[in-house]
């Protein structure tokens, strides 16, 4: 029997009002089921918000460094069951367990910057143009936090976003992805082994249209942190506006890799192939475009096709294994369309362009590692998100041309360029229109203290990551103090004339 997961509500563990469930299964072997869990919609959502808005009255009381604490604990406890979580979250969503341990420790990693930050959250003082008087600025709590978090990094996401709420003393109600329940529910339950009080941290099982929907409409929520696609981001924004509520969304990119003539060819390859099909392509940072300067172009394609031919697909479980499944049927049939529109649009296809089918990999959504060169700028393929082990190749002329291609999606999240050019470097650093940029590293491996998102329509301008996260989750209160014992009027008093 599957195991059957319930939400945490006020501390209780409960069952959908409804009584509705549903499954979780293994993309690698889709016979399996990782877990039953509870279909819930608005009544149970209200539920949870009433919890967290009754927990926050003594959590944001209880002290920053405290609440650091206990959120330390929490890394201690994913450090010692970071290869059992990396199991499950392998099982779940697929990706091979190098990457699913990497996931967990970006948890770790974020745990233990967010409980530091906990004895910083330094506000400002400055001297007032009064005498006798006081100013200063201090980060305070801002409420109920709710949190949706996408699939890929069905640990890290999460974790980016309710380490730092809880520290700087929110109270949080929490939908996962519906392919990633299980991962999220573990996280939560590690949450109140390491101390959480009750209704602190709620977590609400469900559907993006029902869960998710009623977390954005409810009045009480007062701020949203979203991590997923650039059409859901774009509906929560717009509901958002009715009650002003603070959002922060972490959307789609379309992010590109630069090969100069200059480059170390060897490195810029382990670049791609790593940033390309790591993941399976799924991630938000994945490089889906690969940008060559024309005089390397041919030989450059010929190493990449080569190497990408001997990528090695299985089940993530299995280490040999280099890339795993897609995440479910719906996502291969995705990933399929942009093959044939890429075909049909005229692109060359160089490999792949296929599920990839035979022994085990029948059991699940394997897709094989697709390369198309010669795509011009205004093809589907060089301007859509595919969120799947599909590259598309173009050529440039010039730096500036390079970075003119690379800068031509409505996205903006990350881009990596290769090149031992110090000007070229330099010119790519200012140029590129991306909230990250990496010099001679590919489009992925961010790291948690550094702050991380995009611009343009990857994002709303907020950013995750280190002390950035911090700023989302807390409000500027600017206190003034005046100890003079009469009435003191700024600008006024002071300037006379
Ligand atoms: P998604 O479909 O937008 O889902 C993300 C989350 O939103 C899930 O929990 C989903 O629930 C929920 N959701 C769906 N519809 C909703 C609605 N109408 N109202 C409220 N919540 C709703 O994205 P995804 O397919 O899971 O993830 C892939 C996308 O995330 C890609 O575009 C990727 O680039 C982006 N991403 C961005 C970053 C970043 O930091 N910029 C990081 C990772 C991923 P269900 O699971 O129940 O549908
Ligand atoms: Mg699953």
Request: neutral net charge; without cysteine.
């Given at each position: 029997?599957?195991?059957?997961?319930r939400n945490?509500?006020?501390?209780q563990?409960?069952?959908a009002?409804s009584?509705?469930?549903?499954e979780?299964?293994n993309p690698a072997?889709?016979?399996e089921?990782?877990?039953?869990f509870?279909?819930?919609?608005?009544?149970?959502?209200?539920?949870?918000?009433?919890?967290?808005k009754?927990?926050?009255?003594?959590?944001?009381?209880?002290p920053?460094?405290k609440r650091?604490?206990?959120?330390?604990?929490?890394?201690?406890?994913l450090?010692?069951r970071k290869?059992e979580?990396?199991?499950?979250?392998t099982?779940?969503?697929g990706?091979?367990l190098?990457?699913?341990?990497?996931?967990?420790?970006?948890?770790?990693?974020?745990?233990y910057y967010s409980a530091?930050?906990g004895?910083?959250?330094?506000?400002?003082?400055?001297?007032?143009e009064?005498?006798?008087?006081?100013?200063m600025?201090?980060?305070?709590?801002?409420?109920v936090?709710g949190?949706i978090?996408?699939?890929?990094?069905?640990?890290a996401?999460?974790?980016?976003k309710?380490f730092p709420?809880?520290?700087?003393g929110?109270?949080?109600?929490?939908?996962?992805a519906?392919?990633t329940?299980?991962?999220?529910?573990?996280?939560?339950?590690?949450?109140?082994?390491?101390g959480?009080?009750a209704?602190?941290?709620?977590?609400?099982?469900?559907?993006?249209?029902?869960?998710?929907?009623a977390?954005v409409?409810?009045?009480?929520?007062e701020l949203?942190?979203?991590t997923?696609?650039?059409?859901?981001?774009k509906?929560i924004?717009e509901?958002?506006?009715?009650?002003?509520?603070?959002?922060?969304?972490?959307?789609?990119g379309?992010?590109?890799?630069?090969v100069m003539?200059?480059?170390?060819?060897?490195l810029?390859?382990?670049?791609?192939l790593?940033?390309?099909?790591?993941?399976t392509?799924?991630?938000c940072?994945?490089?889906?475009?690969?940008i060559v300067?024309?005089?390397v172009y041919?030989?450059?394609?010929?190493m990449?096709a080569?190497?990408?031919?001997r990528?090695k697909?299985?089940?993530?479980?299995?280490e040999?294994i280099?890339v795993?499944?897609?995440?479910?049927?719906a996502?291969?049939?995705?990933?399929?369309?942009?093959?044939?529109?890429?075909?049909?649009?005229?692109?060359?296809?160089?490999?792949?362009?296929?599920?990839a089918?035979g022994?085990?990999?029948d059991?699940?959504?394997?897709?094989?590692p697709t390369?198309?060169?010669?795509?011009?700028p205004?093809m589907?393929?060089a301007?859509?998100?595919?969120?799947?082990?599909?590259l598309s190749v173009m050529?440039?002329?010039s730096?500036d041309?390079?970075i003119?291609?690379?800068?031509?999606?409505?996205y903006?999240?990350s881009?990596?360029?290769?090149?031992?050019?110090?000007n070229?470097a330099?010119?790519?650093?200012?140029d590129i229109?991306?909230?990250i940029?990496?010099?001679?590293?590919?489009t992925?491996?961010?790291?948690t203290?550094m702050?991380?998102g995009?611009?343009k329509q990857?994002?709303n301008?907020h950013?995750e990551?280190?002390a950035?996260?911090f700023?989302f989750?807390?409000e500027?209160?600017?206190?003034?103090?005046d100890y003079?014992?009469?009435?003191?009027?700024a600008?006024?008093d002071?300037?006379?004339?």
């Open positions: 029997m599957p195991k059957a997961f945490l509500i006020g501390g563990e409960k069952d009002v009584g509705r469930t549903f979780n299964r072997d889709w016979n089921i990782v877990g039953i509870p279909k819930s919609e608005k009544r149970d959502v209200d539920a949870a918000v009433d919890a967290a009754q927990a926050y009255k003594e959590w944001h009381l209880f920053a460094p650091g604490d206990i959120v330390k604990k929490a890394g201690d406890i450090v010692a290869g979580l990396a199991k499950q979250m099982r779940e969503m990706k091979v190098l990457e699913t341990r990497g996931d967990v420790q970006e948890g770790i990693d974020t745990a530091s930050e004895r910083r959250m330094f506000g400002v003082t400055a001297p007032s009064l005498p006798d008087k006081f100013t600025s201090m980060r305070v709590p801002v409420g936090a949190v978090s996408p699939w890929n990094f069905p640990m996401i999460p974790t980016w309710i709420a809880l520290v700087s929110d109270t949080i109600v929490f939908k996962p519906s392919d329940p299980a991962t999220a529910a573990t996280l939560v339950e590690i949450l109140v082994e390491a959480v009080p209704g602190v941290v709620n977590i609400v099982h469900g559907t993006g249209s029902e869960v998710g929907m977390i409409q409810n009045d009480d929520i949203v942190s979203f997923g696609s650039t059409a859901v981001g509906k924004s509901i958002a506006a009715g009650t002003l509520k603070r959002v922060s969304l972490e959307l789609g379309k992010n590109a890799e630069i003539d200059d480059a170390n060819l060897e810029a390859l382990d670049g791609v790593w940033g390309a099909f790591g993941t392509g799924q991630r940072t994945a490089t889906s475009r690969l300067h024309e005089k041919d030989k450059f394609l010929d990449l080569e190497r990408t031919s990528l697909l299985g089940n993530g479980l299995d040999s280099e795993g499944p897609l995440v479910n049927e996502q291969r049939e995705k990933v399929h369309s942009y093959t044939e529109i890429g075909k049909r649009e005229g692109a060359r296809l160089v490999l792949g362009g296929e599920s089918r022994g085990n990999l059991g699940g959504w394997f897709y094989k390369i198309f060169a010669d795509v011009a205004e589907t393929i301007r859509e998100e595919i969120f799947g082990p599909v050529k440039a002329k730096i041309h390079a003119e291609l690379l800068n031509g999606t409505i903006g999240l881009s990596a360029v290769y090149t031992k050019n110090l070229h330099f010119k790519a650093m200012r229109k991306a909230g940029t990496y010099i001679n590293a590919p992925i491996g961010a790291e203290h702050p991380f995009g611009v990857t994002g301008g950013r990551g280190g950035s996260a700023e989750f807390t500027i209160k600017t206190v003034y103090v003079s014992d009469r009435l003191q009027r600008q006024i002071t300037y006379k004339n």
